[in-house]
Nanobody, 125 residues
Framework: QVHVAESGGGLVQAGGSLTLSCTAS????????MGWFRQAPGNQRELVAV???????KYADSVKGRFTISRGNAENTVHLQMHSLKPEDTADYFC???????????????????WGQGTQVTVSS
């Protein structure tokens, strides 16, 4: 079994920063990629940022220059540093892991098989 767990969500004022962390653990030794997705009430789940095992990355246009995804020192960990947060960044943020090969530049949520429960990020204006 594989378990994906996020941490680091919370309430922050507009312009502030938060860092989300995610660890995938279990029977799969190394995932081919990990990513962050978010879903606001009434909206579809959208890609925020993904990173491959080879450190190739993709970001949503809305977060480019403000968010940074990186792999942690421990295997199968990933972080999302979020700066200059805006109220429109408010959402549930989900970490996901991919066990099959995928193309980073065309990645969507369908490329990720394993998902965490999500962590809430609220940005107040």
């Amino acid at each position: 079994q594989v378990h994906v767990a996020e941490s680091g969500g919370g309430l922050v004022q507009a312009g502030g920063s938060l860092t989300l962390s995610c660890t995938a653990s279990g029977s799969i030794l190394t995932f081919l990629g990990m990513g962050w997705f978010r879903q606001a009430p009434g909206n579809q789940r959208e890609l925020v940022a993904v990173i491959s095992r080879g450190d190739n990355t993709k970001y949503a246009d809305s977060v480019k220059g403000r968010f940074t995804i990186s792999r942690g020192n421990a295997e199968n960990t990933v972080h999302l540093q979020m700066h200059s947060l805006k109220p429109e960044d408010t959402a549930d943020y989900f970490c996901a892991a991919a066990v099959r090969p995928f193309l980073v530049l065309s990645a969507t949520h369908e490329d990720f098989e394993l998902w965490g429960q999500g962590t809430q990020v609220t940005v107040s204006s």
